[in-house]
């Protein structure tokens, strides 16, 4: 699984090399905070890429929600130390403690910050598949930070999450309304999505893209991505909050939606007649590079990885 999360690292990489050499020039980290709505703010990473020394491994998004019991939280990033500016960008917000803790899947640049809210009390809550992965990669995850980030990520504690969720959960916490929808591994084991029923606004982690292709992995399942993003599409979204990149609209999901089940059917069509992935690769360029290429700031660096990685899945 560690191999598998390199090559997801990687491919962040490749979709922003640009933003790294933009951070690398900039090395001050600032975790400023970006109202949402009137209860709800953003985190946003500058780096979306791979963890280097120059951004101490920060490399994807946090949210949060202040309830009138406390805060929660949407992942709290790569390490301790990332987890703590989090922390420490929350109570430019408010005083109130965090309190819950949902870490949107299994991948390490959205959990390893965890250790920095266990003085809060904070309960940390993940599915029971992202949380058995988590523990099984957990320490090579921390060592492989430390070595590519050539230690800048200090010392890193690992904390898992003590409650897990099941399937189709609906909380009312601090006169809020939340509900958990699972992507069915679309992206990686045991994703979760957090919906706010009532401001209309998703929190995606990984499964939901903003100016990227969508993030498509070995361990995870496309069909089932799909079929995820049609959901979010059916529930009108004011606001879409991802994992990494800017806030976005619905236009985004159905966007992704409509690319991956357009590369998914040739892809399949292809395998099914006997194409190799080169030639279903130039058909797919041909037939959708119009269409997506001004959708996506990295298409042509990522259509590639897309079309093999699905290749392969067919098998």
Do not use: C
Not at 120 to 145: C, H, R, W
Not at 231 to 246: E, Q, S, Y
Not at 271 to 276: C, T, V
């Amino acid at each position: 699984m560690l191999k598998m999360f390199k090559k997801v690292l990687l491919t962040l990489g490749l979709m922003s090399s640009m933003t790294s050499s933009i951070w690398a020039a900039n090395a001050s980290i600032d975790f400023m905070v970006t109202p949402i709505s009137d209860n709800v703010y953003s985190i946003v990473s500058p780096s979306i890429g791979l963890p280097t020394p120059e951004n101490k491994g920060w490399n994807s998004n946090s949210h949060f929600v202040v309830t009138n019991k406390g805060v929660l939280l949407f992942d709290t990033g790569s390490s301790e130390l990332i987890g703590n500016e989090i922390k420490n960008a929350i109570k430019s917000v408010t005083d109130k403690p965090v309190r819950w803790v949902i870490n949107s899947h299994s991948h390490a640049d959205h959990w390893l910050g965890n250790a920095a809210f266990t003085d809060t009390g904070a309960e940390i809550i993940a599915s029971k598949q992202a949380l058995a992965t988590m523990k099984n990669d957990g320490p090579s995850a921390v060592e492989f930070y430390a070595r590519v980030t050539k230690g800048a990520i200090g010392p890193t504690q690992l904390v898992y999450p003590t409650l897990t969720l099941t399937q189709e959960e609906k909380w009312h916490v601090g006169g809020i309304d939340i509900e958990f929808i699972f992507s069915n591994d679309g992206h990686s084991p045991g994703d979760i999505l957090m919906w706010l029923p009532q401001q209309k606004i998703i929190f995606g982690g990984d499964v939901l893209s903003s100016d990227w292709m969508p993030i498509i992995t070995g361990h995870g399942n496309v069909p089932n991505l799909i079929e995820t993003l049609n959901v979010i599409v059916k529930l009108k979204p004011a606001i879409v909050l991802t994992g990494h990149g800017r806030s976005t609209t619905l236009k985004s999901v159905r966007r992704d939606a409509d690319l991956l089940s357009s590369v998914w059917k040739q892809v399949t069509s292809g395998y099914n007649n006997g194409k190799n992935s080169n030639e279903i690769l130039s058909d797919v360029s041909a037939k959708l590079g119009q269409k997506y290429r001004p959708l996506y700031q990295d298409f042509d660096a990522e259509i590639e990885r897309h079309v093999k990685l699905m290749y392969k899945l067919q098998k």
